[in-house]
């Protein structure tokens, strides 16, 4: 932990609850002068005690420093408590770590833009222990310039980790959303196999160092067929989706037949179906990216199923 430093820009947070009080610390811990505020003042008692400094009110937290850094849990909860003190604001870098969608972070743009204020949009790819460590990622949209004035305060929250992506105030929500799509898609995936080797007394922890490798193996696929998605070219060098939705009949089967859960699988061979019924059945499997660029239900001619069968 470095002592406070007159040498390092100072940097307000407004928001102290896990992941708030997290942030505030890691800055705290590198030396910035650290101003902190929170609608429940005595989450800030350790902080303080730390040497950071309780304002008095969200006013006098946001003229304390030139960086503004609010994270609170939604964007309801940011504009509540940012709108008063909008032309405390004005002239001042304004870094939202909150959570959004992409609507949200460029409405919240425009709002910021209309006060005077330079905006940045972030994401946190982290919990809050990993805040201030070589493990948090944070991503950050908007005014490059805005970045870069405060790039090294904001390094304190994750050395490696501060990433610039794009003027685009979208693009930390979108990337975020991306991110733990993939998340979720390879844990419900682990899960699903899991549940199936259960059934036969194999314990996820037994199982776990193949599934490790299969995760790690699906990675492989991953630039070949973002290559084929940017070109709308789809080669099936690998397997064909005919292949692929064989193999999801048999996990729907065994699924069903063990009297293990078979949802998500029959979500796998729905999409792998539709796409083979609109004409990809020998493309490549990143042919799928029709699939989900379409709202659900809806055929490669762009009419939904519904709508497709009643034209018949
Ligand atoms: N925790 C994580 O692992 C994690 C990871 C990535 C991103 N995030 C994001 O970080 C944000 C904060 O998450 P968290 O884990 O810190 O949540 P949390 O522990 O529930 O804290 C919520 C914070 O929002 C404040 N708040 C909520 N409604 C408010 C309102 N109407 N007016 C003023 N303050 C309000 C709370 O103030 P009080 O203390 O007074 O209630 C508290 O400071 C969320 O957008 C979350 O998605 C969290």
Same mark, same amino acid.
């Given at each position: 932990?470095?002592?406070?430093?007159?040498?390092?820009?100072?940097?307000?947070?407004?928001?102290?609850?896990?992941?708030?009080?997290?942030?505030?610390?890691?800055?705290?811990?590198?030396?910035?002068?650290?101003?902190?505020?929170?609608?429940?003042?005595?989450?800030?008692?350790?902080?303080?005690?730390?040497?950071?400094?309780?304002?008095?009110?969200?006013?006098?937290?946001?003229?304390?420093?030139?960086?503004?850094?609010?994270?609170?849990?939604?964007?309801?909860?940011?504009? =509540?408590? %940012?709108?008063?003190? !909008?032309?405390?604001? #004005?002239?001042?870098?304004?870094?939202?770590? $909150? /959570? *959004?969608?992409?609507?949200?972070?460029?409405?919240?743009?425009?709002?910021?833009?209309?006060?005077?204020?330079?905006?940045?949009?972030?994401?946190?790819?982290?919990?809050?222990?990993?805040?201030?460590?070589?493990?948090?990622?944070?991503?950050?949209?908007?005014?490059?310039?805005?970045?870069?004035?405060?790039?090294?305060?904001?390094?304190?929250?994750?050395?490696?980790?501060?990433?610039?992506?794009?003027?685009?105030?979208?693009?930390?929500?979108?990337?975020?959303?991306?991110?733990?799509?993939?998340?979720?898609?390879?844990?419900?995936?682990?899960?699903?196999? =899991?549940? %199936?080797?259960?059934? !036969?007394?194999?314990? #996820?922890?037994?199982?776990?160092?193949?599934? $490790? /490798? *299969?995760?790690?193996?699906?990675?492989?696929?991953?630039?070949?067929?973002?290559?084929?998605?940017?070109?709308?070219?789809?080669?099936?060098?690998?397997?064909?989706?005919?292949?692929?939705?064989?193999?999801?009949?048999?996990?729907?089967?065994?699924?069903?037949?063990?009297?293990?859960?078979?949802?998500?699988?029959?979500?796998?061979?729905?999409?792998?179906?539709?796409?083979?019924?609109?004409?990809?059945?020998?493309?490549?499997?990143?042919?799928?990216?029709?699939?989900?660029?379409?709202?659900?239900?809806?055929?490669?001619?762009?009419?939904?199923?519904?709508? =497709?069968?009643?034209?018949?």
């Amino acid at each position: 932990m470095s002592p406070i430093s007159a040498s390092k820009s100072p940097v307000t947070v407004v928001g102290l609850g896990l992941m708030g009080h997290a942030l505030a610390a890691a800055f705290l811990a590198s030396g910035h002068p650290t101003t902190v505020w929170n609608r429940s003042a005595a989450k800030a008692g350790d902080l303080v005690a730390g040497g950071a400094t309780l304002a008095g009110s969200i006013k006098s937290a946001v003229e304390a420093s030139p960086l503004v850094v609010v994270c609170v849990s939604d964007y309801d909860a940011v504009r =509540a408590l %940012l709108d008063p003190v !909008a032309s405390s604001l #004005a002239g001042r870098t304004l870094v939202n770590l $909150t /959570t *959004a969608s992409s609507t949200q972070a460029r409405e919240t743009a425009g709002w910021a833009a209309r006060i005077g204020s330079a905006y940045l949009d972030g994401a946190i790819l982290a919990l809050p222990q990993a805040i201030g460590t070589a493990q948090a990622t944070v991503l950050y949209a908007g005014p490059k310039a805005a970045f870069e004035e405060h790039e090294a305060t904001l390094r304190a929250l994750g050395e490696s980790g501060a990433m610039y992506l794009d003027e685009d105030h979208g693009l930390s929500a979108l990337y975020d959303m991306s991110v733990l799509s993939i998340m979720w898609g390879v844990l419900n995936g682990f899960l699903q196999g =899991a549940a %199936l080797l259960g059934t !036969a007394n194999v314990k #996820a922890s037994t199982f776990a160092a193949l599934a $490790t /490798t *299969a995760i790690n193996v699906t990675t492989d696929y991953v630039s070949a067929y973002a290559q084929q998605i940017d070109e709308g070219a789809y080669p099936a060098a690998d397997a064909t989706i005919a292949v692929h939705a064989g193999g999801m009949e048999h996990l729907v089967q065994e699924s069903e037949e063990l009297g293990v859960n078979a949802e998500v699988p029959k979500l796998f061979l729905e999409l792998a179906t539709r796409a083979a019924a609109g004409g990809r059945a020998g493309d490549s499997y990143a042919a799928l990216i029709e699939q989900f660029r379409a709202p659900a239900g809806h055929t490669d001619d762009g009419l939904s199923e519904m709508q =497709a069968e009643a034209a018949k």
